[in-house]
């Protein structure tokens, strides 16, 4: 599970572009937490404390306590916008949360097991074939990862939705049986002969020479 984070901000007046840039020239990032049966909440973020966290990865899928103005107030990004050249933080929008509530996330997807596939030491690559999964899962028990083995694995094996055990209190959005990983068949298995080498043993043994 990723850790609650806590972040600082303060409230701000109102919304709008106009606003929202003068936010941005007092070196602050205009936000704004919104859901939980409440109105919306316009705040200004510390611009430093936001880039770092945003960069820091997994910031989509952290719960975030935000003080504002000395009022916790718990909620997760559910989006944030760049600057298109400079990749600087421009806007975050935030999910509040309530207690038992479930939210809707990209969960990575993180392959153990490489070093003792018996399909990858026959030379076979590892694919992922998908990066990531959808889920529902619980706001204050989100993971940072979706686990899968490739251990047991031989070329040609793979691994379905089906057969992985989600974390508790989670679920997928789709209900087909995708294939997430594979071991593929490398050109040339590891324990195959070289050719030179199998074509001297197949070659029939030379008479030896008569004196």
């Given at each position: 599970?990723?850790?609650?984070?806590?972040?600082?901000?303060?409230?701000?007046?109102?919304?709008?572009?106009?606003?929202?840039?003068?936010?941005?020239?007092?070196?602050?990032?205009?936000?704004?937490?919104?859901?939980?049966?409440?109105?919306?909440?316009?705040?200004?973020?510390?611009?430093a404390q936001t880039n770092r966290l945003i960069y820091a990865g997994h910031f989509l899928t952290t719960v975030f306590e935000i003080d504002v103005d000395g009022t916790i107030?718990?909620?997760?990004?559910?989006?944030?916008?760049?600057?298109?050249?400079?990749?600087?933080?421009?806007?975050?929008?935030?999910?509040?949360?309530?207690?038992?509530?479930?939210?809707?996330?990209?969960?990575?997807?993180?392959?153990?097991?490489?070093?003792?596939?018996?399909?990858?030491?026959?030379?076979?690559?590892?694919?992922?074939?998908?990066?990531?999964?959808?889920?529902?899962?619980?706001?204050?028990?989100?993971?940072?990862?979706?686990?899968?083995?490739?251990?047991?694995?031989n070329i040609g094996g793979s691994v379905h939705l089906a057969d992985v055990k989600l974390p508790d209190g989670c679920k997928t959005i789709t209900r087909e049986n995708l294939?997430?990983?594979?071991?593929?068949?490398?050109?040339?298995?590891?324990?195959?002969?070289?050719?030179?080498?199998?074509?001297?043993?197949?070659?029939?043994?030379?008479?030896?020479?008569?004196?």
């Open positions: 599970m990723s850790a609650v984070k806590q972040i600082k901000a303060s409230a701000r007046a109102s919304g709008g572009k106009g606003a929202a840039r003068a936010i941005r020239r007092s070196g602050k990032i205009p936000a704004v937490i919104y859901g939980g049966g409440e109105a919306a909440l316009p705040i200004a973020l510390d611009y107030v718990r909620a997760v990004p559910r989006d944030y916008q760049l600057e298109p050249v400079k990749d600087t933080p421009l806007h975050v929008d935030f999910l509040r949360l309530s207690a038992g509530s479930m939210i809707r996330v990209e969960i990575p997807i993180h392959v153990t097991g490489q070093d003792v596939s018996p399909g990858v030491k026959r030379g076979g690559m590892v694919q992922i074939v998908e990066h990531s999964l959808e889920m529902m899962v619980p706001a204050d028990n989100i993971p940072d990862a979706l686990e899968i083995s490739v251990a047991t694995l294939t997430l990983v594979a071991v593929s068949t490398p050109t040339k298995l590891a324990d195959e002969p070289a050719p030179a080498a199998a074509a001297a043993a197949a070659a029939p043994a030379k008479a030896p020479a008569k004196g």
